[in-house]
């Protein structure tokens, strides 16, 4: 049987040598269709024997099974490190102590680790438009230290050729950032745009400074064979991003 990590992604990011992360693909678990195989969403109408299996198996190959959060397309960031109360509510951590295991889980949205190039803290975003635009990365980065301090990569979303958005959402990022403008082009009805996700969240990061972005490539949506997409398929998995410094 093959292992999750023999399918898992690598981010391809100059990080510190003490630093790992990495993205769960839906290959590797126990659950069956529609969320075959690896689905580590426990909120998405699975069987939760086979949640509990696959996030089990996740944590077998961790320093540490990853703190899970109820992400609900906000900013909040928890401290990961001495975090033991019930499944915190938030869209980030960051972690400072080794063997602390930040994840995200993502089925379109954009995850996003970022790392202190000291190799001191590490910590993972997860960034809807919503949570874009609502400074999500930004507060994630701050956390960490100044933006020039930070590196950051970001992992598979749903791409420029999938992400058909309304005139409210455009409106909403170039209002606040002139510059966003070239993340739109015009959709194939009036009134909408292919929005890219992963040019948003460059210039975002580029306010405060961090410009040491990397990934950025995938589509979700496009890859039905490797990634989940809430999207394409709406009842389907989540995948998992973690970032962690080595015990």
Known sequence: MS???????IPDWPAPPNVRACVTTRAGGTSLAPYASLNLGDHVGDNPQAVAANRALLAAALPNAPLWLNQVHGVAVVEADRYTGAVPEADAAVARVAGTVCAVMTADCLP???????????????????GLHAGVL??????????????????????????????EVREAFTRDLPAATAAFRPGAT????WADIYLLARLRL???????????????????????????????????TMVWMQP
């Open 206 to 240: 580029a306010t405060i400074g961090l410009d040491a972005v990397y990934g950025g490539g995938l589509c979700t949506v496009r890859d039905a064979q490797r990634f989940y997409s809430y999207r394409r398929d709406k009842t389907t998995g989540r995948m998992a």
């Open 190 to 193: 009036p009134d909408k745009w």
């Open 112 to 130: 996003v680790v970022f790392a202190r190039r000291d190799g001191t803290a590490v910590g993972a975003a997860h960034a809807g438009w919503r």
């Open 138 to 167: 930004e507060a994630t980065a701050k956390r960490l230290g100044d933006g020039s301090q930070l590196i950051a990569w970001m992992g598979p979303a749903i791409g420029p050729d999938a992400f058909e958005v309304g005139e």
């Open 3 to 9: 292992h999750w990590h023999d399918h898992a992604l």
